[in-house]
């Protein structure tokens, strides 16, 4: 007895083949333009009213939530916007902060970063920016208005259900204008001060004529 072998049409072997191209494409890795934040000194001098171990902490929370944004987003335009900011202000606290110079780093090699254990969850590092936020404000000072005022905003995007932060953030645009993220993210290189100029070389002494 002969086994009779049907044939499969050719359209299943098709469909089989755009099935397997398209897993693949899924698991293949996805690319994503990074612009680095261009900041070439920090706008936060020892006036501001943070010690420089906070400012380090805060650095680190600021680079963690960065990459698990654009990891969970994976690598959106949204997110990366997000992210810029965010790393940004890192580098402002704190330029040479560990965990904000890896991401940056990976993040312009087109690498989504590893997610950090035990950092915290968008909704409680908003509370934590808000609240300090509103402390540096309360301090007055050119520099911790700055500071609150981009604290504020980051957070009310962070955890957009967070009424006060959303509040807080709004109040600031109706009051002042929207907040120019690009003193932030693209920080101007900063102007060397004025040389004073040399003085001239006294006149040498005249002798006197012979008579």
């Known amino acids: 007895m002969s086994l009779r072998v049907t044939p499969i049409p050719w359209q299943a072997v098709t469909i089989f083949f755009l099935s397997v191209a398209e897993i693949s494409a899924a ?15 920090s706008q936060f001098s020892s006036e501001l009213g943070m010690l420089d ?68 969850s968008p909704q409680v590092l908003a509370r934590l920016l808000l609240s300090r936020g509103q402390l540096l404000e309360k301090q007055g000072g050119d520099e911790n208005k700055r500071l609150a005022r981009c604290f ?33 993210t693209d920080c101007p290189e900063k102007k060397p001060e004025p040389s004073e100029p040399a003085m001239p070389n006294p006149p040498a002494p005249r002798r006197p004529m012979p008579p």
């Not at 698991?27 to 000194?41: E, I, M």
């Not at 040479?96 to 915290?120: D, H």
């Not at 109706?174 to 932030?184: A, K, M, V």
């Open 152 to 184: 504020v905003q980051l957070a009310s995007n962070m955890d957009p259900k967070n009424d006060d932060a959303v509040y807080a953030s709004e109040i600031h645009r109706l009051d002042r204008g929207p907040l120019d993220w690009s003193t932030i």
């Open 53 to 120: 171990s906070e400012r380090d902490a805060y650095a680190t929370n600021l680079a963690d939530q960065a990459a698990k944004q654009v990891v969970t987003a994976q690598a959106s335009p949204e997110s990366l916007a997000d992210a810029r900011r965010m790393i940004a202000v890192a580098f402002h606290l704190s330029p040479r902060n560990k965990r904000a110079i890896v991401v940056n780093f990976q993040l312009s090699k087109s690498l989504l970063p590893e997610i950090s254990e035990g950092n915290y």
């Open 27 to 41: 698991d293949a890795p996805k690319t994503f333009a990074w612009n680095p934040p261009k900041v070439t000194h």
